[in-house]
Structure formats: structure tokens, C-alpha cells
């Protein structure tokens, strides 16, 4: 069994004044918060029971929204992240909601879509031991961390944001842990800039021969929504596959009931709040394309 938890805090400065008075993981990409797009991936995942973890003035904002996770089939819980002090700190506050368990963590400004991409999860979900992250292929790889790759595809090194990167493939913010996650995290140092680093446990893991890499190729999309830019990005991106497709990236409503995790009555019942909007429309013509 897994858990997951949903990183979403962080005061949003790049994104200031919109974060002025509300969290970004709340903005809007395109027709639905940002959050809704972290949250499918470990939907997706088959993961159920997940961690929302946010900053004391944003929290009841994302509960008003999400509420207790029924109406996608899922159990949520909530926790507060007083200071931005990284992202490992996630599996601190998560302790006991993780309960010994191994983990998912997803940041919540993450995009994700592409074929096969339920497959690369499943995958990583399969796994018993050891950590598994995501690498994507940039243009920009000093913005991220980056890990490099050996002759038979085994991950050499994973570096942060690095001067001279030794490839171009970007580690992106989804990360499967087992349970030894809370313990590294623990006895983690913080870095030069104070904080909990995520990639110096996925080092410790690599160093211990335990990491593994999914690589998301040609055709698929990671978008990082943290810039006005990345933002308009992902809101045309997902805009023009919608109207395109005819079919929503990220529904969380219908990903629930596509595994049977709600039932029809119940889909209709929550989609009556939003009847008026395209998103309502479309989940309640949802029962029509089984």
C-alpha cells in the first residue's frame, strides 16, 4: 500500500501579486485549479488515501475546495507547512499520516500528460524498495536538477541546478519513496539555503543503488507552472487539447468513476454544483461515454 502526499505551500513570490492574497496551486490552468493536476497523478497511481500539505493561510482554502476527498472516491487529510523549509520536510510533517508506508510525493504545480503515462506510474508504484523519480528532456537544464545516465541507462549522478549539466534530462516534482523515506529525511542536514533538499535523498538512495529513473520521452508534456509564462504555457496547452479532443486533461471526477471508485449516482449528485459550466457539463455527460 501506498500514500500520497501533495506538496502545495511555498509563498509563490515568482508569481506575485497573484499570490498575493491566495496560494498558486489554486490559480486556475485553464478550466480548473492547478492543484487538480498534481492530485490526478497519484489518482492515476491507484493511491487514495493523500496528504495535502500547505501554509496555515492557505490550508482551509484548499479543504473549502476539496473537502474530505469523497466525491473523487479518495480520502483527504490536511497539514500545515508553517515555513518554506524544502521539500523533504514534506515527509517530516507526513509522519504519522504515512504510517511506516511507502509514499508518493507530487508538487502541486506540476503538470503532467502523455500516452503511457498511467503505465511509467504504475510502474514506479510497483516497486518495493527503493526510490523512483521522473526525468524529462530541457532545453534549460541549470534551472533544474538534473541526473545523468550511464551506457545501460542505470542513473550515474543527480546534481541541483548545476553550472556545467552533464545532460539535459530534468528530474520533475513526482517521486516515489519507500518507507525509509521519513528516516532519510530525518537525519537529513539543510543545505546552504536552509533547506531540505529532495535531491540529496534521491542521492542517498543512488548512492545506495536503490534509485530508479522513469524517462518521459517524445510526446509527452511536463509543464512546471511556477512563471506567468509556464502558467499561460499550460493553460494552451491544455486548452487546445480539450477543444481538440473533445475530452478533459485531469478530471478528477472522471478518472474516480472510470475506476469505479464512485458511482454513477454519485457523479451526477457533485456534478450538479458545477452544471453551468463546461466542466459540469462534462462530467455529467460522462455516464453517455463509458
Known sequence: MRRGIVLAGGSGTRLAPLTTAVSKQLLPIYDKPMIYYSLSALLLSDIREILIISTPRDLPLFQHLLGDGSRFGISLHYAVQENPNGLAEAF???EKFLDGLSSALVLGDNVFYGEGFSDHLMTAGSRTRGATVFSYPVQNPKDFGVVSFGADGRALAI?????K???NSAVVGLYFYDERVVQ???EQKPSARGELEITDINKRYLEMGDLYVEQLGRGFAWLDT?????MLDATNFVATLQRRQGLRIACLEEIAFRKGWISETNLL???ERYKNSEYGKYVLELPNFV
Open 269 to 271: 449528485s457533485h456534478a
Open 165 to 167: 549539466p552533464k545532460s
Open 159 to 163: 546534481e541541483e541546478k548545476p553550472e
Open 92 to 94: 517530516i510533517i507526513g
Open 184 to 186: 532519510f529525511a530525518h
Open 226 to 230: 511556477g512563471t506567468f509564462t509556464s
